[in-house]
């Protein structure tokens, strides 16, 4: 019994003075001043010390790191939503100049024709990918735009087509690409003059140039504009650019193909000319007989 309480007693007093011991010889003191106990017990606690202070400086350094990773993994998260925030706003600022600069050219494009026009958003196409065939909404309600009026249609890129069924506010809108349309040109360069029609090609869109006499000067990359004749189309509007030319060594006419200056696959507004400007002068009699002859379903006399 009296030796159990010995027992408890010397613990106390170890675990007591263990800690004081630590403390004591933690101070730094001048060696010379040491006594030899001193030193043996310096000389003792000295690798738990070591061992204790790298042991602390470890947990101490991975704990910093862990925290300092919290910190970065939330600091990434915030980045990371914030760069997609502003990609999105740089996104919508490119679409809205790129809307802005349309507008403007359209604007332009009122300016220059001395026209009644009615602007229009592209609403809907057909569901092939190469669609003959866009459906847009009237920005004003407009009686002008009678049903299957063949009202011309057009962009600063070009003429579009003409319209055809309207339905309140919607018009259907027949683009020059479709094999019904038809659209009197000249080559701006030469003047040749020839009935522009789609090919009605599902697999791209591309017109063909009917009655261009074959001594007529037609050359790849030409421009074709809308000659004026018949005051559907304003003079001079851009169609179509001559991509192929086959001039033959007999027949009348030669063979060529176009493609239209609109990018119909990105078509989003459109302007609708209610009354076409007066043509200046009237043209020639032999530059009439392509116009003639397409409008009766015969080639014209030469």
């Not at 004003?140 to 049903?147: C, D, K, L």
């Not at 009354?275 to 200046?280: F, Y």
Request: charged share 25%; proline share 5%; hydrophobic share 40%.
């Amino acid at each position: 019994m009296n030796v159990k309480r010995y027992r408890d007693a010397a613990i106390v007093i170890v675990a007591l003075a263990v800690p004081f011991w630590f403390l004591r010889y933690s101070i730094p003191k001048d060696p010379r001043t040491l006594s030899g106990p001193d030193k043996l017990i310096l000389r003792a606690i000295t690798p738990i010390q070591f061992a204790a202070t790298t042991l602390a400086r470890g947990l101490s350094g991975i704990w910093t790191d862990y925290i300092y990773l919290v910190d970065v993994k939330e600091d990434n998260a915030r980045l990371g939503a914030e760069n997609a925030r502003l990609r999105e706003r740089v996104r919508e600022l490119e679409q809205l100049e790129e809307e802005n600069r349309r507008l403007r050219k359209q604007l332009g494009l009122k300016t220059e024709l001395r026209a009644d026009l009615v602007s229009a958003q592209v609403v809907a196409k057909d569901a092939n990918q190469f669609f003959r065939v866009a459906h847009v909404v009237l920005d004003r309600p407009s009686r002008e735009i009678p049903n299957n009026g063949m009202l011309p249609v057009i962009t600063h890129e070009g003429v579009v087509g003409t319209t055809g069924k309207v339905a309140g506010d919607t018009v259907e809108v027949q683009l020059v690409v479709d094999a019904d349309s038809g659209v009197d040109v000249l080559v701006q360069r030469s003047g040749a003059r020839g009935i522009l029609m789609g090919t009605g090609d599902d697999r791209r869109y591309l017109c063909k140039v009917q009655y261009v006499k074959r001594t007529d000067e037609v050359l790849v990359g030409d421009l074709l504009v809308t000659s004026g004749v018949g005051r559907r189309f304003p003079k001079g509007l851009m169609v179509a650019r001559v991509v192929s030319v086959d001039r033959r060594e007999f027949g009348l006419y030669q063979t060529v193909q176009a493609e239209p200056t609109v990018d119909f696959s990105r078509l989003e507004e459109v302007l609708i000319v209610v009354n076409a400007p007066e043509v200046g002068a009237a043209a020639p009699e032999t530059s009439a007989a392509p116009a003639r002859g397409a409008a009766s379903g015969a080639p014209p006399s030469p």
